[in-house]
């Protein structure tokens, strides 16, 4: 009898708490239907506050870059400069501040903190070799090089991203050129952020290349300049040495004793040493000449595929085949939500996602199907090494993408440097070729022509300097306008968290650490009763709270002003 009053009690708890979500499901919709029209139009309002604003900093700026007494000619044309530049760093304002300040945003962002992919494994227990090893070097290398989660200063901790780092500014060999390529294949060329940074980065790297290329060949002419002038220093010694032995044969009778034209032999030497001086320092700068390497031609051939991959960018950038814009990363981080509820099925359960109740779709010991379950080879090594399938990753995005309406972008300014730098190209392919062939025609030695190709290598590098003002903080951002992006530790694009975000999901992760190591002093039996009875009394107060909050959101303003997870706190 006290057994079925037992059952009889825990179904109809069940059965409370099943419809409690179910009415807990209709009031957030009848939520989010409400309050929608109103934070449109204080989100619209915000724009209007926002536009007023940087339209009086515009006059200010303008007004600061053209102070009193300026000569006429140079306050036009800082007037000229400020037209151009202050638009498009008004417009990047404008979205920067509109992402961070309005409710639509805020709603679309609940869960930026939490539910990050974790560490995925290489070899899972119960397999004879590692699944997806590429999948799993992909995702590696990716996060070590563009962590969402984390910034630049992460680099220093981490192996992988050094290596990389020091392989990027290699200019030997090659190297540098081969690592690009390679990125250009990791990463996710439909991302307008990913081929932006890309081509930034390239083209630094190859910049920084031509410094370090410029400066040893300044290393090199000196140490030629030194051996030259000991070089001349040593002919001129041994012309003097040797007039002085001839000396007594300068005589003419001497000469015409012997039965020969009157000629001094001293000045014969004399006349001879210069040309023997110049051909000996000329010969002393042929070793120090820089293209004689035996690797150079490989290493010229390599700039055919910069060339080549550099094409490809711009033409997937002014093509139109990348996504980008505030919608990019709403679609990206609903993707990432909707692989953390435990499957990309295009939908995200927000209340399990809310309550961290992960849902386990599949037994995961020895990573088996359920009975009855069929799963395909592909979806059995996703589950086991936390890596997603790459064809349900592509259609869940693809999928996003058309949800949020994501507008297919350019870089904005981006392909216009690009164009600049294929037509400084072209120019030094010309002259090259011209060189080359005169010198051809008039007998020049092979390695004088592998130097002209080094030559224009390096001008190439040199002229890359445009490139730099990208990395200026605000400018390059209004030049490019593109929204920044990374990967997480699953090696999927998602959006990148700024440096206040970084701040404050390190320190979740450590508070989290420290409740772990806590909870692991008790033993088992205590700490699972421990944890029963928290979940008891947290599912009682997230229950009140919601409560709450649907009432509050519902029946007065409050919702509009402030977000939900901030009254569920405030009742819970």
């Given at each position: 009898?006290?057994l079925?009053a037992r059952q ?5 708890g ?6 409690f ?16 029209p ?5 989100d ?12 009086e ?5 303008r ?32 979205q920067?501040?509109?992402e961070?300040?309005?409710?639509a ?6 869960f ?5 992919a ?5 070899w899972?227990?119960?397999?004879s070799?590692?699944?997806r090893p ?16 984390a910034n630049?200063?992460?680099h220093?901790?981490d192996?992988?991203a ?5 392989l990027?500014v ?21 991302d307008e ?7 930034l ?5 190859q ?6 290329s410029?400066?040893?060949l300044?290393?090199?002419l000196?140490?030629?300049l ?6 001349t220093v ?6 003097g040495?040797?007039a002085?032995?001839?000396?007594p ?11 020969l034209?009157?000629v001094n ?10 040309a ?5 320092t ?5 070793p120090?000449a820089?293209?004689q390497?035996?690797a ?9 595929l ?6 490809a ?12 814009g ?8 609903a ?6 509820d435990?499957a990309?099925?295009g ?5 399990l996602?809310?309550k961290?109740r ?6 995961i010991t020895?990573y ?20 997603p ?15 949020f ?16 730098d ?5 120019g ?15 007998g020049?030695?092979?390695?004088l ?6 030559y ?5 590098a040199?002229?890359?300097f445009p490139?730099v003002?990208?990395a ?5 951002e209004?030049?490019h ?5 990374g990967?997480d530790?699953?090696g999927k694009?998602?959006a990148?968290?700024?440096?206040a975000k ?5 320190a979740?992760?450590t508070?989290l ?15 699972d ?10 599912g ?10 649907h ?9 509009l002003f402030v977000?939900a ?5 405030w009742?819970?």
């Amino acid at each position: 009898m006290a057994l079925r009053a037992r059952q009889a009690v825990r179904s109809g708890g069940s059965y409370l708490a099943r419809q409690f979500d179910v009415i807990d499901q209709k009031l957030e919709s009848l939520e989010e239907g409400t309050t929608s029209p109103v934070k449109d139009m204080m989100d619209k309002a915000k724009l209007a506050s926002v536009r007023k604003v940087l339209k009086e900093a515009g006059k200010s700026t303008r007004s600061m870059m053209m102070p009193p007494y300026m000569p006429a000619p140079l306050a036009e044309l800082m007037k000229q400069c400020h037209g151009s530049f202050w638009p498009e760093l008004s417009e990047s304002l404008e979205q920067s501040i509109m992402e961070a300040q309005s409710a639509a945003a805020r709603d679309k962002k609940e869960f930026e903190l939490v539910h990050w992919a974790p560490t995925p494994v290489f070899w899972p227990p119960g397999y004879s070799y590692p699944p997806r090893p590429w999948s799993y070097l992909r995702a590696k290398i990716l996060y070590a090089l563009q962590p969402a989660d984390a910034n630049k200063f992460r680099h220093l901790r981490d192996p992988v991203a050094l290596v990389f780092l020091a392989l990027k500014v290699c200019p030997y060999y090659g190297i540098n050129v081969l690592v690009f390529l390679v990125l250009f294949t990791l990463i996710d060329r439909r991302d307008e952020n990913q081929i932006v940074k890309f081509v930034l980065g390239f083209k630094s790297f190859q910049f920084v290349s031509g410094l370090v290329s410029a400066t040893q060949l300044g290393i090199a002419l000196g140490e030629c300049l030194e051996a030259s002038a000991m070089a001349t220093v040593t002919a001129h010694t041994a012309h003097g040495s040797a007039a002085d032995l001839l000396g007594p044969l300068a005589d003419a009778p001497a000469a015409e004793l012997l039965g020969l034209p009157p000629v001094n032999a001293a000045s014969d030497v004399v006349s001879t040493a210069p040309a023997a001086a110049a051909v000996a320092t000329a010969n002393v700068c042929v070793p120090y000449a820089p293209g004689q390497d035996w690797a150079f031609p490989f290493i010229f051939c390599l700039e055919g595929l910069r060339v080549l991959v550099l094409l490809a960018s711009g033409t997937l950038l002014a093509g139109g085949a990348a996504h980008g814009g505030v919608e990019e990363l709403y679609a990206l981080e609903a993707v990432r939500i909707d692989a953390a509820d435990g499957a990309l099925d295009g939908t995200a359960n927000r209340k399990l996602l809310r309550k961290e109740r992960m849902r386990k779709r599949r037994e995961i010991t020895g990573y088996a199907p359920l009975e009855g379950e069929q799963m395909d080879t592909a979806r059995a090594d996703a589950l086991a090494t936390g890596l997603p399938v790459a064809a349900e990753l592509h259609a869940a995005t693809e999928a996003a993408r058309l949800k949020f309406g994501v507008e297919r972008r350019c870089g904005h300014r981006l392909p216009l440097f690009i164009l600049y730098d294929v037509c400084v190209l072209v120019g030094i392919i010309v002259v090259l070729g011209a060189e080359c062939a005169m010198l051809r025609m008039r007998g020049a030695p092979t390695w004088l022509l592998w130097t002209k190709a080094y030559y224009a290598k390096l001008i190439w590098a040199l002229f890359s300097f445009p490139f730099v003002l990208f990395a200026l903080p605000v400018l390059g951002e209004s030049l490019h306008r593109s929204k920044p992006t990374g990967y997480d530790q699953a090696g999927k694009l998602v959006a990148q968290l700024s440096a206040a975000k970084i701040r404050r999901k390190v320190a979740l992760e450590t508070k989290l650490h420290e409740a772990h190591a806590r909870q692991a002093d008790y033993p088992d039996d205590q700490s699972d009763a421990a944890l029963k009875i928290q979940s008891m009394y947290r599912g009682a107060r997230v229950r009140r709270g919601r409560a709450m909050r649907h009432v509050l959101s519902l029946l007065t303003p409050v919702g509009l002003f402030v977000p939900a997870s901030t009254i569920e706190k405030w009742f819970s």
